[in-house]
Nanobody
């Protein structure tokens, strides 16, 4: 069993920055791919960024490329999402997710992730 707990969300003005964290416990964190998803009001949950087990390979949705950075510290069992130049359209609940894959790779689909955090609200005001 894996527990994921997000933190770092909040209210920020457009153009500002936030850093989300996802603390993992209960399983060897460093062996698995992970991702950040977000769900805006009235919309489905979509991938924001993903990272493989070593941190050497990453993926970003087009909407966040150049503004967001995903990273991980396997020694601290923590996943991060640095968000810069935030826009009102970034307002959403952000979730971290862990993928149980032997290869430690990431995926882009929600259904490929086994464990999820409870979510943290990010609100960007204009």
């Amino acid at each position: 069993q894996v527990q994921l707990v997000e933190s770092g969300g909040g209210l920020v003005q457009a153009g500002g920055s936030l850093r989300l964290s996802c603390a993992a416990s209960g399983r060897t964190f460093g062996g698995y791919g992970m991702a950040w998803f977000r769900q805006a009001p009235g919309k489905g949950r979509n991938i924001v960024a993903a990272i493989n087990s070593s941190g050497g390979s990453t993926y970003y949705a087009d909407s966040v490329k150049g503004r967001f950075t995903i990273s991980r510290d396997n020694a601290k069992n923590t996943l991060y999402l640095q968000m810069n130049s935030l826009k009102p359209e970034d307002t959403a609940v952000f979730y971290c997710a862990l993928r149980l894959s032997y290869y430690g790779d990431y995926a882009r689909q929600e259904n490929d992730y086994r464990y999820w955090g409870q979510g943290t609200q990010v609100t960007v005001s204009s």
